[in-house]
């Protein structure tokens, strides 16, 4: 396996050469939905001649045809890519990791031609500051999710590029802050915390039983009616433009998502397995542009509503006579349209809206012959049909930064691993390793560890394990260890001196990972001081 990732990568970058090669004919070959071919058949019959109709079949099949031979030359070229795409559970976790990182290390030098952030600001501020300006912003920390839509989500695609930002106070003043990947750190963690957070009032993403987050189902219906309220008539430009801006807004959480897995960046966020098993099958260039892949059913639901898997499972097993209980193919969701955007003054209890899951489905009774459909049915909808335009709208905001097929490598649960980190204990050993001092705390040239550095590493290494993951959360902002060790972990975990005060806790800059430590010098008054601060959350400030 030592092998594979470098061979898997050159595959990649060849592929990137092979579709470059192809140019824009290639390009425009690869959208060919089948209602636009249906529409050109019928515009022939009406308004074209036989022969014309003949020609322009003639043309779509020979281009099937070219984009068959391509496909098949691909794979015949890259054949390490069809196991990572087709079996990627024949290779281990650790090196499908492994060539994910690398893989976006490749796009990396595609786009900038350098992996260095500040050596792309140099050469933008020296070839095109325009564009440099583009990825600049000013937020306030008050609004920091809608700060960020307003400025970021015109980059498109370019949010894949190193991002600039100044914080703001209430009074206006712009926050002094280290950057080097810290900024950029707590800008993306503070707008997954708002953005995620289903008691932010955003009401974009909810949780189930188990505190997962998926997007919320009802969204979209729940807008609609606030601006039903409102007095705005459906089709109207403020009801079209409101509608299109919830789901330019569930795009952008999914561009922001995407930019944290592009910077290696963990997020303490948790997703549901249903909504990450749809991550692969939707939303970039090289993929379907609907969420067709995914088909949910009855197992899937129990990650959504345990109590409804519940009852349709008392329904599936019911040894009774079925139609007794009175149910037709229908399904009745429940909005709550919440007082947001603050100018719709919306009723306050929820509404009911009933739909039939089938044609004619509110006279269609469910017996016991027909109640696995209708099952089927009620999964479908839950899962798919009800949050479809949310769902493919974050899909294809994270398409836009991480290709899906990179992200075919990885069943649901390693897909929350890559996004969070590691449940497996932290190794502290190789944390200790891929430490950074700084102040007071650089090793010299006799490469011994200061005193209190010591310390605190005895202290650490004896630490249970809930006590090393809250140390790392007080530094990082996340409990976990990156996949591949502390090595990855973008910025270093840094350690340096907080003055000589002995009374003092330690407190942490989490932008930059950094461990403001005091100069302790009793391994008992340091081991109460950390154990009180990373226990309490207390101690954090801003540098």
């Given at each position: 396996?030592?092998?594979?990732?470098?061979?898997?990568?050159?595959?990649?970058?060849?592929?990137?050469?092979?579709?470059?090669?192809?140019?824009?004919?290639?390009?425009?070959?690869?959208?060919?939905?089948?209602?636009?071919?249906?529409?050109?058949?019928?515009?022939?019959?009406?308004?074209?001649?036989?022969?014309?109709?003949?020609?322009?079949?003639?043309?779509?099949?020979?281009?099937?045809?070219?984009?068959?031979?391509?496909?098949?030359?691909?794979?015949?070229?890259?054949?390490?890519?069809?196991?990572?795409?087709?079996?990627?559970?024949?290779?281990?976790?650790?090196?499908?990791?492994?060539?994910?990182?690398?893989?976006?290390?490749?796009?990396?030098?595609?786009?900038?031609?350098?992996?260095?952030?500040?050596?792309?600001?140099?050469?933008?501020?020296?070839?095109?500051?325009?564009?440099?300006?583009?990825?600049?912003?000013?937020?306030?920390?008050?609004?920091?999710?809608?700060?960020?839509?307003?400025?970021?989500?015109?980059?498109?695609?370019?949010?894949?590029?190193?991002?600039?930002?100044?914080?703001?106070?209430?009074?206006?003043?712009?926050?002094?802050?280290?950057?080097?990947?810290?900024?950029?750190?707590?800008?993306?963690?503070?707008?997954?915390?708002?953005?995620?957070?289903?008691?932010?009032?955003?009401?974009?993403?909810?949780?189930?039983?188990?505190?997962?987050?998926?997007?919320?189902?009802?969204?979209?219906?729940?807008?609609?009616?606030?601006?039903?309220?409102?007095?705005?008539?459906?089709?109207?430009?403020?009801?079209?433009?409101?509608?299109?801006?919830?789901?330019?807004?569930?795009?952008?959480?999914?561009?922001?998502?995407?930019?944290?897995?592009?910077?290696?960046?963990?997020?303490?966020?948790?997703?549901?397995?249903?909504?990450?098993?749809?991550?692969?099958?939707?939303?970039?260039?090289?993929?379907?542009?609907?969420?067709?892949s995914y088909h949910g059913n009855l197992n899937d639901l129990r990650d959504l509503d345990e109590a409804l898997y519940q009852g349709l499972l008392q329904l599936k097993n019911y040894p009774g006579d079925v139609e007794n209980m009175g149910l037709t193919f229908e399904v009745t969701d429940t909005l709550f349209p919440a007082?947001?955007?603050?100018?719709?003054?919306?009723?306050?209890?929820?509404?009911?809206?009933?739909?039939?899951?089938?044609?004619?489905?509110?006279?269609?009774?469910?017996?016991?012959?027909?109640?696995?459909?209708?099952?089927?049915?009620?999964?479908?909808?839950?899962?798919?049909?009800?949050?479809?335009?949310?769902?493919?709208?974050?899909?294809?905001?994270?398409?836009?930064?991480?290709?899906?097929?990179?992200?075919?490598?990885?069943?649901?649960?390693?897909?929350?691993?890559?996004?969070?980190?590691?449940?497996?204990?932290?190794?502290?050993?190789?944390?200790?390793?891929?430490?950074?001092?700084?102040?007071?705390?650089?090793?010299?040239?006799?490469?011994?560890?200061?005193?209190?550095?010591?310390?605190?590493?005895?202290?650490?290494?004896?630490?249970?394990?809930?006590?090393?993951?809250?140390?790392?959360?007080?530094?990082?902002?996340?409990?976990?260890?990156?996949?591949?060790?502390?090595?990855?972990?973008?910025?270093?975990?840094?350690?340096?001196?907080?003055?000589?005060?002995?009374?003092?806790?330690?407190?942490?800059?989490?932008?930059?990972?950094?461990?403001?430590?005091?100069?302790?010098?009793?391994?008992?008054?340091?081991?109460?001081?950390?154990?009180?601060?990373?226990?309490?959350?207390?101690?954090?400030?801003?540098?």
């Open positions: 396996m030592d092998r594979f990732v470098p061979a898997v990568v050159q595959e990649e970058e060849e592929k990137h050469k092979i579709q470059d090669s192809y140019g824009a004919e290639g390009e425009g070959e690869a959208e060919d939905p089948d209602d636009e071919i249906e529409e050109e058949q019928v515009h022939d019959v009406l308004v074209g001649t036989q022969r014309t109709q003949q020609v322009r079949n003639i043309e779509r099949l020979r281009r099937q045809q070219r984009k068959a031979s391509r496909r098949k030359y691909l794979e015949a070229v890259t054949p390490r890519l069809e196991i990572l795409q087709n079996m990627p559970f024949f290779i281990p976790f650790s090196t499908r990791v492994q060539a994910f990182r690398q893989f976006v290390t490749l796009d990396q030098l595609r786009r900038r031609r350098t992996t260095d952030p500040d050596l792309w600001r140099f050469d933008m501020m020296s070839s095109n500051p325009t564009h440099m300006g583009r990825h600049k912003a000013k937020v306030h920390r008050n609004s920091i999710f809608d700060d960020a839509f307003e400025q970021y989500y015109s980059l498109g695609e370019g949010l894949k590029e190193p991002i600039q930002i100044a914080f703001v106070d209430q009074f206006d003043t712009v926050e002094e802050g280290i950057d080097g990947g810290g900024v950029t750190k707590e800008f993306l963690t503070s707008v997954t915390n708002e953005a995620f957070n289903s008691m932010n009032g955003l009401d974009m993403f909810v949780e189930n039983d188990q505190h997962l987050l998926y997007p919320n189902p009802t969204a979209l219906e729940e807008r609609k009616e606030l601006l039903r309220q409102a007095g705005e008539k459906e089709g109207s430009p403020t009801y079209n433009e409101s509608t299109r801006d919830l789901l330019r807004r569930f795009e952008f959480m999914g561009r922001i998502i995407g930019k944290c897995l592009y910077e290696g960046i963990l997020v303490d966020i948790h997703f549901a397995p249903f909504f990450l098993l749809k991550w692969a099958l939707t939303g970039g260039p090289n993929s379907a542009s609907r969420e067709s007082d947001r955007p603050s100018s719709y003054h919306p009723s306050q209890s929820p509404i009911p809206r009933t739909r039939e899951l089938i044609n004619n489905g509110s006279n269609i009774p469910v017996t016991n012959k027909n109640r696995l459909v209708y099952i089927t049915n009620i999964a479908r909808h839950r899962l798919s049909v009800q949050p479809y335009h949310q769902t493919s709208a974050f899909l294809h905001g994270l398409g836009t930064i991480i290709d899906p097929a990179w992200l075919s490598m990885f069943n649901q649960h390693e897909l929350q691993t890559l996004i969070s980190g590691t449940d497996s204990a932290p190794d502290m050993a190789d944390l200790r390793r891929n430490t950074l001092y700084g102040g007071l705390y650089v090793i010299g040239d006799d490469g011994l560890e200061h005193p209190t550095i010591q310390l605190f590493w005895s202290v650490v290494l004896a630490l249970d394990v809930d006590d090393k993951m809250k140390l790392i959360k007080f530094v990082t902002s996340t409990p976990r260890a990156p996949l591949l060790g502390f090595g990855n972990l973008n910025p270093r975990f840094s350690i340096r001196d907080g003055g000589n005060d002995q009374t003092r806790l330690p407190t942490t800059s989490t932008c930059v990972n950094l461990l403001k430590l005091p100069v302790y010098r009793d391994k008992g008054v340091l081991r109460e001081r950390l154990l009180y601060s990373i226990r309490s959350g207390a101690g954090f400030n801003l540098s």
